[in-house]
């Protein structure tokens, strides 16, 4: 069984900083690409940052300059450093991945989601 567990959310003054971590773990062949989305109250989800298995990123226009995405492949984790953090910021993180567990078709997969608020 495969989870992914975020962690590294709270409660943050403008223009302060954040680092979120999300942990895969389970049986896992092999994890392709791996993306933060987030949910504010009353609106939909939105795509983040994204990253591939090769390492190139993309991200939203909101956030281009302020919020770097990485993984470290060892340790079947994906980060999502938030700097010059806003109140519009504020939202529940989730992470997302795109997994095999045998070799084939990769599935996404969901973790539980992290609380960011953005609050003076």
């Known amino acids: 069984q495969v989870q992914l567990v975020e962690s590294g959310g709270g409660l943050v003054q403008p223009g302060g900083s954040l680092r979120l971590s999300c942990a895969a773990s389970?049986?896992?062949?092999?994890?392709?690409?791996m993306r933060w989305y987030r949910q504010a109250p009353g609106k939909q989800r939105e795509l983040v940052a994204g990253?591939?298995?090769?390492?190139?990123?993309n991200y939203a226009d909101s956030v281009k300059g302020r919020f770097t995405i990485s993984r470290d492949n060892a340790k079947n984790t994906v980060y999502l450093q938030m700097n010059s953090l806003k109140p519009e910021d504020t939202a529940v993180y989730y992470c997302n991945a795109d997994l095999a567990v045998v070799v084939g078709t990769p599935y996404a997969y969901w973790g539980q989601g992290t609380q960011v608020t953005v609050s003076s």
């Open positions: 990253i591939s298995s090769g390492d190139q990123t």
């Open positions: 389970g049986r896992i062949f092999r994890i392709y690409a």
